[in-house]
């Protein structure tokens, strides 16, 4: 399912049709009225924030999306005692797959590094060390019957990816792009909460989600809700977004053959595009057509 946070005038939506096809017969009934008590006033409020709620945004397509969604539909609802099979199990799920994606993501970084990384860096400085030695007079000048007497070591020297340093750089300038286009997206998505109004004071948080017959809108926001979003979306993403940017950057820089150079940014962006994954391969399709 989906969900669309208005803010304010502007709102992220959910396809609510396609994402609960539910067979109980209230599947599609309204919301349940709050819980706490409105005054004339707060309801005024709040119908005011629904009504200015116009400029939708869908949510991602990924875990971090389906956990945005379970954080301000589910979460709400099973708090306030509108508990369902349905509900129950979609946050349970989506909380493992959620998991699964956090411990991915975060453990290819540290594999990427221990076992990749500082390797090709080492070896790269191992290489450069000894032509430099080898290949050199102590006055500074060449020495091309020392640089022959290198071997294999002559044509790894030659191969290491910062002796092309236009192709080199034409990699690591898609490389930062695709990163930025990730970096984009989250700063898109925590500006869009940002603006999102706070929920009024006598308004159950439930009723943060508005329920439509063929879409859901995010209209306003609980502080607690914020919290949850920053900590358990926002903050990881951007977490692994940087580090991957600057591992990813050290890695392709040290690489020490030009072929190798394709290969490892491929490898990257497979690292970017866990998520992606296990939303497609884990989650259920009727979970996934709305966020579209």
Not at 184 to 207: E, F, T, W, Y
Not at 268 to 281: G, K, P, Q, Y
Request: contains cysteine; hydrophobic residues 45%; proline residues 5%.
């Amino acid at each position: 399912s989906s969900a669309a946070p208005c803010y304010g005038s502007v709102g992220m939506h959910v396809d609510h049709g396609r994402f609960d096809q539910m067979t109980a017969e209230d599947a599609h009934a309204p919301s349940e009225a709050p819980l706490i008590e409105q005054t004339p006033r707060e309801a005024d409020v709040f119908r005011n924030i629904t009504e200015q709620a116009t400029d939708l945004d869908d949510i991602p397509q990924d875990v971090w999306g389906a956990m945005l969604y379970v954080i301000v539909k589910d979460t709400p609802d099973i708090l306030g005692g509108d508990v369902t099979i349905e509900n129950v199990l979609r946050l349970s799920f989506v909380s493992v797959c959620a998991a699964i994606n956090l411990v991915l993501q975060l453990s290819s970084l540290l594999w990427i590094g221990e076992f990749v990384m500082l390797p090709s860096m080492r070896g790269v400085q191992d290489n450069y060390l000894t032509f430099r030695r080898n290949s050199y007079f102590p006055n500074g000048a060449f020495d091309e019957d020392g640089f022959e007497s290198l071997g294999d070591t002559r044509d790894e020297v030659c191969k290491i990816s910062l002796a092309g340093y236009w192709f080199l750089f034409a990699i690591l300038f898609l490389w930062v792009a695709s990163c930025m286009d990730e970096v984009r997206a989250i700063i898109r998505n925590v500006r869009n909460i940002h603006r999102l109004p706070g929920l009024p004071q006598g308004v159950s948080p439930k009723d943060m989600v508005v329920e439509g017959e063929t879409e859901d809108s995010l209209v306003c926001i609980s502080p607690a809700t914020r919290l949850l979003i920053w900590v358990l979306v926002h903050l990881p993403k951007q977490i692994i977004a940087g580090c991957l940017a600057a591992m990813g950057c050290i890695w392709l820089t040290s690489t020490d053959s030009f072929a190798d150079l394709i290969l490892n940014s491929l490898a990257l962006s497979f690292v970017v595009s866990i998520d992606e994954m296990i939303f497609r391969c884990f989650l259920p399709a009727r979970l996934g057509t709305p966020l579209g």
